[in-house]
């Protein structure tokens, strides 16, 4: 029995060893028929097109950016500084206003009443003071009765300044240039002092208010040049200058607040607005530059295509980059390529390492220039 087993066994491993002879060779052969293949077909495949940038060194002018938000140089609401009902309102909703002009006017009748009554005692206290001076000069009175009368003529005049100037606080204006906010207040309506009237804000200038971490205190400096972007105006430019900043470090974000300063004479920037800055850097560097267009982005890291001669026409490597600041559409290249390499601008999501190209078109870098 044992023997039976063991010539079957040996048949089997005979029989696999002469299938291998007979199949082995024809597998070999269509694997080099395919391998073949391939390789003609890639030789008659054209170089893919793709548009080229070389790589350049540009002066670049870095800026440390941050968000911030802007802030009114001025901006109260105008409240009502006596009691009173208000008679008439001078002014529109959201209307450009200088200072002095009225807002509001409260009623006066009453203190205007009591002022012809105060008019008419001064003219009374006029009349005798002038009389009893006649006396003194005559020796009819003394010194003291002509004291007591020019007492009472300057308490009447006090009087009468002293109404006047209340009926002129009935009257509200403008505490200086700027734009008026939405009515709060009526006609007929009836406001104690301190009751708001209507907000105002001075439009130009207007402040960004920002922070920087503590390790850029040493770039930073008042009169230093800060770009200011908002969404309302996307693409759009708004220049000012460092005016102030805090002397001291917040403790507890180790961050410095600065204020910057910005001309908005059209109005275009409002207060409250969110707002990104770019402080920008006083001197500037030579460096790498690109497209960003050129760089593939990926969380295992930064890569783009380099162009090389060979003997068969160009071809793409693949290289790892590393980058610094973005400004824009253009990118700083700090490590991986040099000042010359002829690298693909646009196309490179259809190659692989090896590839051969043919460069279609070219692109410039404008920056700096």
Same mark, same amino acid.
């Given at each position: 029995?044992?023997?039976?087993?063991?010539?079957?066994?040996?048949?089997?491993?005979?029989?696999?060893?002469?299938?291998?002879?007979?199949?082995?060779?024809?597998?070999?052969?269509?694997?080099?028929?395919?391998?073949?293949?391939?390789?003609?077909?890639?030789?008659?495949?054209?170089?893919?097109?793709? %548009?080229?940038?070389? +790589?350049?060194?540009?002066?670049?002018?870095?800026?440390?950016?941050?968000?911030?938000?802007?802030?009114?140089?001025?901006?109260?609401? #105008?409240?009502?500084?006596?009691?009173?009902?208000?008679?008439?309102?001078?002014?529109?909703?959201? $209307?450009?206003?200088?200072?002095?002009?009225?807002?509001?006017?409260?009623?006066?009748?009453? /203190?205007?009443?009591?002022?012809?009554?105060?008019? @008419?005692?001064? $003219?009374?206290?006029?009349?005798?003071?002038?009389?009893?001076?006649?006396?003194?000069?005559?020796?009819?009175?003394?010194?003291? *009765? &002509?004291?007591?009368?020019?007492?009472?003529?300057?308490?009447?005049? +006090?009087? #009468?300044? @002293?109404?006047?100037?209340?009926?002129?606080?009935?009257?509200? =204006?403008? /505490?200086?240039?700027?734009?008026?906010?939405?009515?709060?207040?009526?006609?007929?309506?009836?406001?104690? /002092?301190?009751?708001?009237?209507?907000?105002?804000?001075?439009?130009?200038?207007?402040?960004?208010?920002?922070?920087?971490?503590?390790?850029?205190?040493?770039? #930073?400096?008042?009169?230093?040049?800060?770009?200011?972007?908002?969404?309302?105006? /996307?693409?759009?430019?708004?220049?000012?200058?460092?005016? +102030? =900043?805090?002397?001291?470090?917040?403790?507890?974000?180790?961050?410095?607040?600065?204020?910057?300063?910005? !001309?908005?004479?059209?109005?275009? &920037?409002?207060?409250?607005?969110?707002?990104?800055?770019?402080?920008?850097? @006083?001197?500037? !560097?030579?460096?790498?530059?690109?497209?960003?267009?050129?760089? %593939? =982005?990926?969380?295992?890291?930064?890569?783009?295509?380099?162009?090389? *001669?060979?003997?068969?026409?160009?071809?793409?490597?693949?290289?790892?980059? !590393?980058?610094?600041?973005?400004?824009?559409? =253009?990118? $700083?290249?700090? *490590?991986?390529?040099?000042?010359?390499?002829?690298?693909?601008?646009?196309? $490179?999501?259809?190659?692989?390492?090896?590839?051969?190209?043919?460069?279609?078109?070219?692109?410039?870098? @404008?920056?700096?220039?």
């Amino acid at each position: 029995m044992k023997k039976l087993k063991r010539s079957v066994k040996n048949r089997l491993v005979l029989m696999t060893i002469v299938a291998a002879c007979v199949f082995l060779p024809i597998t070999l052969i269509k694997l080099q028929k395919f391998l073949e293949q391939q390789e003609n077909a890639s030789r008659k495949r054209p170089p893919t097109p793709v %548009t080229v940038v070389r +790589a350049e060194k540009k002066d670049w002018q870095s800026s440390i950016g941050s968000v911030g938000s802007l802030v009114a140089e001025q901006g109260i609401n #105008v409240t009502a500084p006596l009691p009173g009902t208000t008679i008439k309102i001078h002014f529109e909703s959201g $209307q450009d206003i200088k200072t002095g002009e009225p807002l509001i006017s409260q009623d006066i009748g009453v /203190p205007s009443a009591e002022l012809e009554g105060l008019e @008419a005692r001064l $003219q009374l206290r006029r009349s005798q003071f002038k009389r009893a001076s006649k006396l003194y000069e005559s020796r009819q009175i003394s010194q003291s *009765d &002509l004291d007591d009368s020019a007492a009472l003529l300057k308490e009447a005049k +006090a009087a #009468v300044e @002293a109404k006047s100037a209340f009926i002129t606080r009935k009257t509200v =204006y403008a /505490p200086f240039d700027g734009t008026l906010g939405i009515r709060i207040v009526d006609l007929g309506s009836y406001l104690n /002092p301190g009751d708001p009237i209507v907000p105002l804000y001075m439009r130009d200038p207007i402040h960004v208010d920002y922070s920087l971490p503590e390790k850029f205190i040493s770039r #930073v400096f008042v009169g230093q040049e800060v770009e200011v972007n908002v969404a309302a105006y /996307p693409g759009q430019k708004f220049s000012g200058k460092i005016t +102030a =900043y805090d002397p001291v470090i917040d403790s507890r974000t180790r961050n410095i607040k600065i204020r910057a300063t910005i !001309k908005n004479a059209e109005g275009f &920037l409002k207060p409250g607005m969110f707002a990104t800055v770019s402080t920008v850097d @006083a001197a500037q !560097k030579s460096v790498i530059i690109l497209p960003n267009t050129a760089i %593939t =982005y990926t969380p295992y890291g930064n890569t783009l295509f380099v162009i090389n *001669d060979v003997s068969g026409g160009l071809v793409v490597q693949k290289e790892q980059v !590393k980058i610094g600041e973005v400004k824009g559409e =253009y990118v $700083q290249i700090t *490590d991986g390529i040099k000042a010359g390499d002829r690298v693909v601008a646009v196309g $490179q999501n259809k190659l692989r390492n090896g590839m051969k190209v043919s460069i279609s078109g070219t692109v410039s870098i @404008a920056i700096g220039d």
